[in-house]
């Protein structure tokens, strides 16, 4: 899986977006007062999931420049 796609359109894997998010779940006790760089942060959930874990700042980056405009209007 290249990035979680949420979409009302696109399909959903349960057992890849398990792996995804669990990805994210490994960090999220580390994030907790620290800046955070989300390299390939797609369309930004798990970024904001680090926000929402207590990241004092979290600098999403991804390759796709539609995955940062969603991100952007998210």
């Known amino acids: 899986m290249e ?3 949420v979409g009302a359109g696109d399909p959903y894997d ?3 977006a398990s ?3 669990g990805r994210y779940a490994i960090s999220l006790p ?3 007062g620290r800046r955070v ?4 942060c797609g369309e930004g959930y798990g970024s904001q999931l680090l926000t929402d ?8 980056v991804d390759i796709s ?3 940062i405009e969603k991100a952007r209007t998210t």
């Open 14 to 16: 349960p057992i890849e």
């Open 37 to 40: 760089l989300d390299v390939a």
């Open 53 to 60: 874990h207590g990241a004092t700042e979290v600098v999403g």
């Open 3 to 5: 990035r979680l796609k």
């Open 19 to 21: 792996l995804h998010i």
């Open 65 to 67: 420049p539609d995955a």
């Open 30 to 32: 580390f994030a907790a």
